[in-house]
């Protein structure tokens, strides 16, 4: 199993939490104003007058993923998927925690995490420290014996667009890793 930048529950636990107020108070409510945007093409007008920045405008981004980005930003349907899934994720969350109860994951599964600095490139120093601190909770967590975790320095959304090689580097050695191990206790 790979997980990239996984959100542990506990992060928002208590109403005044950090986590909490951001998500609930800050981001949603970007991700809302997002959606109408592009519904009613103001996304679309503000890239191409130069009022909206580019997402994820990294110098080592290459251009097509850039325009793909801008796309996808201008299309309301994706929007609204980016919206609904942030909405309803303490549902996926209790989800999680209860196939955990259900269905422990086994131990033999190896594991591999990677973590990123930061969550995003404007969250405060209060919440990057809650950040990092929900990190180390989530790995003791684990009941895997071969967890191996992976920090990359910056933003998820940085490293996602400018360190993918990396990432796709893990992912491809899990799956060798697996396949190896597959052929070796086949038994047929």
Known sequence: ?????????SIFVGKENPWTTHWFNSYLPSLQLQHVCAALGV???GLQSGLFH???NYEETPDIVRKRQKYLRCKPGHISSLVEESY???ESLSQTRLL???RPLRKDIPIKIIWTEEYGEKISTERKK???KSQEMYTSMLSSDSVVTT???GSLPKSLFTKHRAIIDIIEKSVKDWRTKSRVTAKY
Do not use: A, H, S, Y
């Open 1 to 9: 199993m790979v997980f990239i930048n996984p959100i542990f529950d």
């Open 43 to 45: 996304t679309r007008l």
């Open 54 to 56: 580019e997402p994820f």
């Open 88 to 90: 309803f994720l303490n």
């Open 100 to 102: 955990q109860k259900i």
């Open 130 to 132: 809650l950040w990092l």
């Open 151 to 153: 920090k990359l320095r």
